[in-house]
């Protein structure tokens, strides 16, 4: 048996968004969200599920931040919802501050240090009539929304990230019509990417002048994209294609401050340039201080042509629902790893791969360390009489990704620190309330939560400062 301890200061924490576990959505001035309007649209969210109630934590709020300090949580992730804070894009609603302000207080009455995402996808519905990501405008609402929630927090919060997973928002959302707003079109997919990445840039500054000594950052998801066949060139070229709109989209304008020319190439003729104005890119380039990476799992991915492949066209003649923009024809296919609930490959050493890379070829240049802002599992829990879990399987999911992130450390990685996904059970998106990810169960009926093994696991992780495996 090996110890892996961490070095001094790593910090450990647990994550979380606002739509997937608050509910209380009509409460208190909160209006509606994009997510809202999609759980309405049939078909879109597994049996329907929507956010209305999720964990009720909107309510059971202080109860939940004293569950996360008898479990030793250092810091909390958490993001606020631009819905309640500004449901109609007009005025700020006082009540959806107070309740962050709140949470921040408690979380501070714990001693844990809160982590604040801005955005995890949640845009008011009043902006997507107005184009949503895809309208340029929106970039400038999201730095006046960034500037309200500085102007409540910024006196006790001092971690910001701007954005949570900006591929989400933008390529699944707006071109691979899964998320919200649904949408199946790869020119507003890569409006919608730019959009972003400019509100991150100009928030980004924005807040350096409000708060010059806090650590300001994004927080990106990741895919380690192996070819199937690493002699076919076909296979190489669609791993090539993956890990660009995937990694290199967002990563290449924050730390070059440039669109990767291959990318851009892939790009060609799908509109990608008309969204880019004179000074956008030097903007986006704004320094950041730190690096928040989701990984989940990695792939491999084949780009031959297969009988079984037939792109989705609409009756308007447009793709349907594919974020793969410019490369759909590019398959992920089944190595025959051993996966989640979710048939998420499990692949601990990708997460090591990862890391190193983007501390060499992104943020240790830039001199910035690397946090694993969200990492975790899906695992088909199976509760006792009492509730408890014993998910052996998610232990070793985290314990072998934290041996991972020691691996990468020991490689030179700057990391410093892991942030489990997700404190609780809670609306995962597409896939609903069918799909548990918690560290914490929650009986959705009686809304009563209950620690599971791998939150008895982390806690001891944390106070240990280390894994053993
Ligand atoms: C990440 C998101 O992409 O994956 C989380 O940031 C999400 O919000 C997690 O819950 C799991 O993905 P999914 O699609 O199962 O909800």
């Known amino acids: 048996m090996t110890t892996y301890t961490f ?5 450990w924490g647990s994550a979380t968004a606002a739509f997937q576990i608050e509910g209380a959505v009509h409460e208190d001035g909160r209006r509606d969200s994009i997510w809202d309007v999609f759980c309405r649209e ?13 964990c009720d934590h909107y309510h059971r709020m202080p109860d939940d931040v004293a569950l996360m300090s008898e479990l030793g949580l250092q810091s909390y992730r958490f993001s606020t919802s631009w819905a309640r804070v500004r449901p109609d894009d007009d005025q700020f609603n006082p009540a959806g501050l107070d309740f962050y302000s709140r949470l921040v207080d408690e979380l501070l009455g714990h001693g844990i240090t809160p982590w604040v995402t801005l955005y995890h996808w949640d845009l008011p519905a009043a902006l997507q009539s107005n184009g ?7 970039a400038y609402r999201f730095v006046e929304y960034a500037e309200a929630m500085h102007g409540a927090l910024g006196d006790r919060v001092n971690i910001w990230t701007t954005l949570n997973e900006p591929w989400c928002s933008s390529f699944l959302s707006y071109a691979g019509g899964e998320h919200a707003p649904g949408h199946a079109d790869r020119r507003e997919g890569l409006h919608a990417g730019h959009h972003l990445l400019l509100a991150h840039g100009m928030a980004t500054a924005r807040l350096r002048e409000l708060a010059p000594s806090a650590t300001l950052g994004i927080t990106t998801n990741h895919t380690v994209a192996d070819p199937l066949d690493p002699s076919s060139p076909t296979d190489v070229d669609a791993a090539r294609r993956i890990d660009g709109m995937f990694n290199r989209f967002f990563l290449d304008p924050i730390f070059r401050g440039a669109y990767p020319a291959d990318v851009l190439e892939d790009l060609a003729g799908l509109g990608l340039e008309d969204a880019i104005q004179p000074g956008d890119m030097e903007i986006i380039a704004t320094p950041i201080d730190v690096l928040g990476v989701n990984y989940y799992h990695g792939e491999a991915v084949t780009g031959t042509p297969s009988s079984d492949y037939a792109p989705v066209v609409g009756p308007d003649g447009r793709l349907r629902g594919n974020p793969n923009i410019g490369s759909e024809w590019v398959r992920s296919v089944s190595r025959g ?3 989640t609930d979710q048939d998420w490959e499990i692949q601990p050493e990708g997460l090591t791969r990862l890391l190193v890379r983007l501390h060499e070829e992104y943020t240790g240049p830039a001199g910035i360390p690397l946090y694993v802002t969200e990492n975790g599992a899906a695992m ?6 009492e509730g408890f879990v014993d998910d052996q399987d998610r232990v070793a999911f985290v314990r072998d990704h934290l041996v991972a992130v020691h691996d990468a450390i020991s490689h030179g990685a700057d990391v410093r620190g892991y942030f489990v996904w997700s404190f609780m059970d809670n609306f995962e998106w597409a896939w609903g309330y069918d799909k548990r990810f918690g560290i914490v169960r929650v009986d959705y009926e009686t809304q009563h939560r209950t620690p599971k093994a791998s939150a008895l696991f982390f806690r001891d992780a944390a106070s240990e400062n280390c894994v053993r495996g």
């Open 7 to 11: 070095p001094e200061g790593f910090l």
């Open 132 to 138: 949503g990501w895809t309208n340029r405008d929106t």
């Open 42 to 54: 049939p078909g879109a969210v597994a049996n329907g599920d929507d956010g209305t109630v999720a």
């Open 380 to 385: 088909p829990d199976v509760a006792d009489e």
């Open 337 to 339: 790893l051993p996966v």
